[in-house]
């Protein structure tokens, strides 16, 4: 089956820190794609990448980063410098037949000053 | 470029009455898709149309509920005869595509009375 695991439910780190949140999936596709989407207080799901499983080079934008593992079966999202701004709830996503979005529960990151 | 509209953004309803949600997917988008989010269960899909096709409502409670895409229009996602169990966060999202990054909406948070 279809499925995103999103260990850590609450992370709290202070200003400046850097920060990784871990999205482990398990798919009986070949080939997928995988998803960070980011909702901040205000509740809007805002879309952060979209990384195909041939491509397992690392992503990097700006201060984030992600870091795909196909060997793990993990996405992990990194980052840098964290600023208050970043405090939202970040989910990682996976399709199940293609199209619906089977989200992980999130983990919902607080950056304090 | 305006982004996936919904509307309305908050909605009251006491038992037994109808919500209609509306969604506008992005200019060029075809494809829309409806997703839940209650409290303790987080994201969920519940169906996903293409202009005046019903694609896959595997998502969608089988009474009470019901969407439409038609030809000319936003979608609609009906709820009759709500319950408290319904209140919750919906949330469309539009893609050009079937296969394409889904770009969500700022949501509808009902709240049932």
């Known amino acids: 089956a279809q499925k995103v695991t999103q260990a850590q439910t609450e992370i709290s780190v202070v200003e400046k820190e850097d920060v990784t949140l871990d999205c482990v999936y398990e798919?009986?596709?070949?080939?997928?794609?995988l998803f960070w989407y980011k909702q901040p207080p205000s509740g809007e799901l805002v879309f952060l990448i979209r990384?195909?499983?041939?491509?397992?080079q690392n992503e990097i934008s700006g201060r984030y980063s992600w870091n795909f593992q196909k060997s793990t079966s993990s996405f992990n999202f990194t980052i840098t410098a964290s600023q208050v701004v970043d405090s939202a709830v970040y989910f990682c996503?996976?399709?199940?037949?293609?199209?619906?979005?089977?989200f992980g529960k999130g983990t919902s990151l607080l950056v304090t000053p | 470029n305006a982004g996936v509209m919904q509307n309305p953004r908050h909605l009251v309803r006491r038992r037994g009455q109808e919500a209609r949600l509306r969604c506008s997917p992005m200019?060029?988008?075809?494809?829309v898709y409806w997703y839940r989010q209650l409290p303790e269960e987080g994201l969920k899909f519940m169906v996903y149309?293409?202009?005046?096709?019903?694609?896959?409502e595997s998502g969608m409670p089988k009474e009470r509920f019901s969407a439409e895409f038609p030809k000319e229009g936003p979608s609609i996602l009906r709820i009759q005869q709500v319950v408290r169990g319904d209140s919750a966060a919906y949330f469309c999202?539009?893609?050009?595509?079937?296969?394409?990054?889904?770009?969500f909406g700022p949501g509808t948070r009902l709240l049932v009375l």
């Open positions: 149309l293409q202009k005046e096709n019903i694609i896959d």
């Open positions: 200019k060029g988008h075809s494809h």
């Open positions: 990384r195909n499983s041939f491509d397992e």
């Open positions: 999202a539009s893609s050009p595509k079937g296969l394409e990054t889904q770009y």
């Open positions: 798919t009986r596709d070949t080939t997928y794609y």
């Open positions: 996503a996976l399709p199940a037949t293609g199209y619906a979005l089977n």
